[in-house]
């Protein structure tokens, strides 16, 4: 059998490699970190900072400085909620929305090509197992669930 953390080791190099080049939008570039609290912002409707930060497994403290960052590149706004003004909501602005869609444009564009090497079952195996092992991991007590 095949040695699992090196499999996985590999793939997380691939994948390290893969995210370094997705972060640039026109004249914008932005950091991983602030690539998937876009991509997460813009998946739900004016989350919480709270919720967002649960989502990505990042302490607050340190995800608000991110968020900051984003506000004063123009890419996010931060509201207080109507209901609890302790509570700050996030949204994208124009410019983040256009972010967001041209790094998910660069991103789709580079799965299709690695996907292309391979057959429509290969694909769809890749895709039920990846699904399959993210189950498995939030399921497990040792590691893994935000």
Avoid: W
């Avoid at 700050?88 to 410019?95: C, D, K, M, Q």
């Avoid at 983040?96 to 799965?111: H, L, W």
Wanted: hydrophobic share 35%; net charge neutral; glycine share 4%.
């Amino acid at each position: 059998m095949e040695n699992t953390r090196e499999l996985l080791q590999t793939m997380t190099r691939h994948f390290g490699s893969l995210n370094k080049n997705c972060c640039k939008a026109g004249g914008t570039e932005v950091s991983l970190v602030q690539s998937h609290i876009l991509y997460e912002v813009n998946r739900r409707h004016k989350p919480s900072m709270q919720e967002i930060a649960d989502a990505l497994d990042t302490d607050i403290t340190t995800f608000s400085r991110q968020v900051q960052s984003l506000v004063k590149m123009n890419l996010l706004k931060k509201n207080p909620d109507v209901t609890d003004r302790r509570v700050y909501n996030l949204s994208l602005t124009a410019e983040g929305n256009s972010v967001a869609a041209s790094i998910d444009a660069q991103m789709a564009r580079t799965f299709e090509e690695i996907f292309s090497h391979l057959t429509e079952f290969e694909k769809e195996t890749i895709l039920r197992s990846i699904r399959l092992l993210n189950e498995a991991m939030g399921k497990s007590s040792l590691c893994c669930s935000p």
